[in-house]
T-cell receptor, first 114, second 114 residues
Framework: AQSVTQPDIHITVSEGASLELRCNYS??????LFWYVQSPGQGLQLLLK??????LVQGIKGFEAEFKRSQSSFNLRKPSVHWSDAAEYFC????????????FGKGTKLSVKP | GAVVSQHPSRVICKSGTSVKIECRSL??????MFWYRQFPKQSLMLMAT?????????EQGVEKDKFLINHASLTLSTLTVTSAHPEDSSFYIC??????????FGSGTRLTVV
């Protein structure tokens, strides 16, 4: 069965520092991959997605992610974190065999130190 | 950890009938519940946010009379699709917020209206 693993439950970084959130997936075919962000009390917001083509994907709010098939990874990065980036981040993969249902990782909570 | 039980996982209904989808938090109290909708191979779209004991807040473009949300207790939220039509066929997923667990997703409901 398809699965998504986000190995880091909670990460704390200093404001201005770089960020990388890890995501690994288990999926046989070429996956459709997503990163979402959820701020406290808010719904999910799509940061970026990968379907095909260039493996380095640019998203909103200065985020990017790189699809690495050999490592089954889709890590999210940002060169300089802002205090407003503190939120929970979810990686997700589409289960193509089920007409496109999203499978989520358990999320990584990001805290930002001043 | 936190578990959200969502059912049914799949439902087929006739056009014009109503369908109720339930989300239950099994081992925690969900103060806030989010309802999302996803079309095949597309991203999630937030439909509404509900807080226990109060009216749901609907996103722009979502018909509140068609998608009735009830969050009567801290462990149960329901989404009722009233007078369903084929264009309502979609994948619906709930997400519960509860500290300290963060956000937990249900497994989703595939609705097909025939």
């Amino acid at each position: 069965a398809q699965s998504v693993t986000q190995p880091d439950i909670h990460i704390t970084v200093s404001e201005g520092a770089s960020l990388e959130l890890r995501c690994n997936y288990s999926y046989g075919a070429t996956p459709y991959l997503f990163w979402y962000v959820q701020s406290p009390g808010q719904g999910l917001q799509l940061l970026l997605k990968y379907f095909s083509g260039d493996t380095l994907v640019q998203g909103i709010k200065g985020f990017e992610a790189e699809f690495k098939r050999s490592q089954s990874s889709f890590n999210l990065r940002k060169p300089s974190v802002h205090w407003s980036d503190a939120a929970e981040y979810f990686c997700a993969v589409i289960d193509g065999g089920s007409q496109g249902n999203l499978i989520f990782g358990k999320g990584t909570k990001l805290s930002v130190k001043p | 950890g936190a578990v959200v039980s969502q059912h049914p996982s799949r439902v087929i209904c006739k056009s014009g009938t109503s369908v109720k989808i339930e989300c239950r938090s099994l081992d925690f109290q969900a103060t806030t519940m989010f309802w999302y909708r996803q079309f095949p191979k597309q991203s999630l779209m937030l439909m509404a946010t509900s807080n226990e004991g109060s009216k749901a807040t609907y996103e722009q473009g979502v018909e509140k009379d068609k998608f009735l949300i009830n969050h009567a207790s801290l462990t149960l939220s329901t989404l009722t699709v009233t007078s369903a039509h084929p264009e309502d066929s979609s994948f619906y997923i709930c997400s519960a917020e509860s500290r300290p667990y963060g956000y937990t997703f249900g497994s989703g409901t595939r609705l097909t209206v025939v």
